[in-house]
């Protein structure tokens, strides 16, 4: 003996399956849900069993997808996940408390964290040359003066590693912006916007270079990466 179909009004399917009612007939126009006619010609009732399939299967799925970012990104030097950017398998966020940005950087470019202190040596020579560079091309734009020092010292060291490249012209950065010649490079740039920089500035702006250290996860380099 068949079971007796029950059916229910599209507002109770409706809020069965947690849905508006437009997508309720989205539904029915896609084949998810049959849809029956009632004795008036005009009222439309829902198999109550069949919704309640449905919504069930909504449900399975919710619960069985943990929240996810939509693409997950891995390279040699730094991972992005759910719980968070790790670098070479540590933590970034712990990093930036723990660790200054020379510290950091060379975690990525070497492999090892040494948790001694460090400072980068200013090569004296580039900086007067970049110096010299921006003054002929009167360029007192911050990001300007940057973009000349890289291209004044790219032109002048062939020879040197990627590395040891990258620390040289680090180094000269907050030199180039007005800031001192010692001392640790978050403190430097601090120093360039205030002369006598609080240590609450210098930990931002030590924290938020490290957290900024890997390039290859900016956003343009991640649009890049998915298009492809």
């Known amino acids: 003996m068949n079971a007796m179909t029950t059916y229910v009004s599209a507002n109770e399917a409706a809020r069965m399956l947690g849905v508006t009612k437009p997508t309720l007939y989205a539904y029915v126009s896609r084949g998810i849900v049959g849809r029956s006619t009632a004795a008036d010609g005009r009222t439309s009732l829902y198999a109550r069993e069949e919704i309640q399939q449905l919504a069930g299967r909504a449900r399975s799925r919710r619960d069985a997808a943990p929240a996810t970012i939509d693409v997950q990104i891995r390279s040699a030097i730094t991972e992005l996940q759910d719980e968070g950017v790790r670098y070479r398998g540590r933590d970034a966020t712990e990093l930036a408390r723990t660790h ?127 298009a492809c």
Do not use: K
């Not at 062939?158 to 010649?181: F, I, K, Y």
């Not at 205030?194 to 702006?205: F, H, K, M, S």
């Open 100 to 226: 200054t940005f020379e510290q950091v950087s060379e975690l990525l470019w070497t492999g090892r964290l040494d948790n001694a202190e460090m400072s980068w040596p200013i090569d004296r020579i580039a900086l007067d040359r970049c110096r010299a560079v921006h003054d002929a091309a009167g360029a007192d734009d911050p990001i300007v003066r940057l973009t000349l020092a890289a291209t004044t010292f790219s032109a002048t060291a062939d020879d040197v590693d990627a590395a040891s490249a990258a620390r040289r012209l680090l180094a000269l950065a907050p030199s180039l912006l007005g800031g001192p010649l010692t001392g640790d490079l978050a403190t430097r740039m601090a120093a360039t916007y205030r002369r006598r920089p609080p240590p609450e500035l210098v930990a931002a702006i030590s924290r938020a270079l490290v957290l900024l250290a890997d390039h290859e996860l900016a956003t343009s380099t991640l649009a890049v990466r998915v």
